[in-house]
Nanobody, 123 residues
């Protein structure tokens, strides 16, 4: 079992930046691929970014490519999502997720989820 706790959300103006953090505990020593997802009110949850255990491979949704950067510090069992040039359409609850059954930066099949952190971008 893995527990994930997100932090770093908040209210920011369009064009601003935020950095989200996700700390993993429990069986955090396993080699998990980590991902970030988001869900806006009335919309389905969507993939944002993923990173492999080694950090050597990343994957991004087209909507955030070039603006968001996912990274991880395995020694701290923490994954980050640096979000720059934020837009109002980035407003959503952001969720951290972990998947143990792959070595790829995939967009699906995540087993463990955090409770989420809210990001609101004002225009």
């Amino acid at each position: 079992q893995v527990q994930l706790v997100e932090s770093g959300g908040g209210l920011v103006q369009a064009g601003g930046s935020l950095r989200l953090s996700c700390v993993a505990s429990g069986r955090a020593g396993n080699r998990y691929t980590m991902g970030w997802f988001r869900q806006a009110p009335g919309k389905e949850r969507e993939f944002v970014a993923a990173i492999t255990w080694s950090g050597g491979s990343t994957n991004y949704a087209d909507s955030v490519k070039g603006r968001f950067t996912i990274s991880r510090d395995s020694a701290k069992n923490t994954v980050y999502l640096q979000m720059n040039t934020l837009k109002p359409e980035d407003t959503a609850g952001y969720y951290c997720a972990a998947r143990s059954t792959t070595t790829l930066a995939v967009r699906f099949g995540y087993e463990y989820w955090g409770q989420g952190t809210q990001v609101t971008v004002s225009s």
